[in-house]
């Protein structure tokens, strides 16, 4: 059973802002929400971590509303360098099996010049 | 800092044969995490090891296993080779996870890519 859902690929151009959002709609109480990056042949690179409210660091920021049911990953002005897929991962309670430690198959991005 | 490293990088087996990957997490990481990247398909998960010992297991036949060593490295053993089981490996090793969840996120390392013939 897949515990999140992203958009299976998204467009953009050089200079926008992309919003990728994911669901999340059975989050437990102690769960947080995480977001990676990978490019081709390499392992995923951590972005970005919230459990509610925004979060914001020097790549991107993280929306979480109230419900936790869904969070969005925000890139501002992407570049070309930007096209990767984009990994929504919720942690799991430790008793929970390891629903949290599956990233499915995440959003392929494509920034356009 | 050093990050995540992974050996061979690449790995050639045949059907039935046993093949042994390799990984060093980050110094001062307790938390060693395996994973399966078959092409086109997401990151499944299949292990992880926490001060030693095996903390969770993801939806994999037992040929999978592994182990975790004194210095934090750790070991994914996988036997009886099949031509499904190509695919690039992935480990990642983050600070011991927060008691009662999981949420320290992963640093990953760039793969071991295994191709059965």
């Known amino acids: 059973l897949a515990k999140t859902t992203q958009p299976i690929s998204m467009d953009s151009y050089e200079g926008q802002e992309v919003n990728i959002t994911c669901s999340h709609n059975?989050?437990?109480?102690?769960?947080?929400i995480t977001w990676y990056q990978q490019f081709p042949s390499q392992g995923p690179r951590f972005i970005i971590q919230g459990y509610k409210t925004k979060v914001t660091n020097e790549v991107a920021s993280l929306f979480i509303p109230a419900d936790r049911k869904s969070s969005t990953l925000s890139l501002p002005r992407v570049s070309l360098s930007d096209t990767a897929v984009y990994y929504c991962l919720v942690g799991a309670t430790t008793g929970g099996g390891a629903d949290g430690l599956t990233f499915g198959k995440g959003t392929h991005l494509i920034i356009q010049p | 800092e050093a990050g995540v490293t992974q050996s061979p990088t690449h790995l050639i087996k045949t059907r039935g044969q046993q093949a042994t990957l390799r990984c060093s997490p980050i110094?001062?990481?307790?938390?060693v995490y395996w994973y399966q990247q078959a092409l086109g398909l997401g990151l499944q998960f299949l292990l992880w090891y926490d001060e030693g010992e095996e903390r969770n297991r993801g939806n994999f036949p037992p040929r999978f296993s592994g182990r975790q060593f004194p210095n934090y490295s750790s070991e994914l053993n996988v036997n009886a080779l099949e031509l499904e089981d190509s695919a690039l490996y992935l480990c990642?090793?983050?600070?011991?996870?927060?008691?009662?969840?999981?949420?320290?996120?992963?640093?990953f390392g760039d793969g071991t890519r295994l191709s059965i013939l």
């Open positions: 990642a090793s983050s600070l011991v996870p927060v008691r009662g969840f999981v949420g320290q996120p992963q640093h």
């Open positions: 110094s001062g990481h307790t938390s």
């Open positions: 059975n989050i437990a109480t102690n769960d947080y």
